[in-house]
Nanobody
Framework: QVQLVESGGGLVQTGDSLTLSCAAS????????MGWFRQAPGKEREFVAS????????FYNPSVKDRFTISKQNTENSIYLQMDGLKPEDSAVYYC?????????????????????WGQGTQVTVSS
């Protein structure tokens, strides 16, 4: 069992930066893929970024690739999403997820179906 708790969402303006955090409850010796997804009102949840157990491999949705950075704090099993150059279309609820069956993401984009545990989500709103 893995519990995921996101934090760091908020209301910002176009062009601003924001960093989301996700803390995983599983012991640090566990290795697994973690990722970020987002869901805007009236839209399906979409993949944002994923990272391997050691932080050495990352994948991004092309719409965020040059603006967002996913990183991992291995000793604490936490991941982060640094979001720069935010746009109104980035507004969504952002979810952290864990894929405990893999050490490396299987492909880009990572399918939702491969993730076993999800956080409660954190709202990001970007005003124009």
């Amino acid at each position: 069992q893995v519990q995921l708790v996101e934090s760091g969402g908020g209301l910002v303006q176009t062009g601003d930066s924001l960093t989301l955090s996700c803390a995983a409850s599983r012991r640090s010796s566990s290795t697994f893929v973690m990722g970020w997804f987002r869901q805007a009102p009236g839209k399906e949840r979409e993949f944002v970024a994923s990272i391997s157990y050691n932080g050495g491999s990352t994948f991004y949705n092309p719409s965020v690739k040059d603006r967002f950075t996913i990183s991992k704090q291995n000793t604490e099993n936490s991941i982060y999403l640094q979001m720069d150059g935010l746009k109104p279309e980035d507004s969504a609820v952002y979810y952290c997820a864990a894929d405990i069956d893999r050490d490396y993401p299987s492909r880009n984009p990572s399918p939702e179906s491969e993730y076993d545990f999800w956080g409660q989500g954190t709202q990001v709103t970007v005003s124009s």
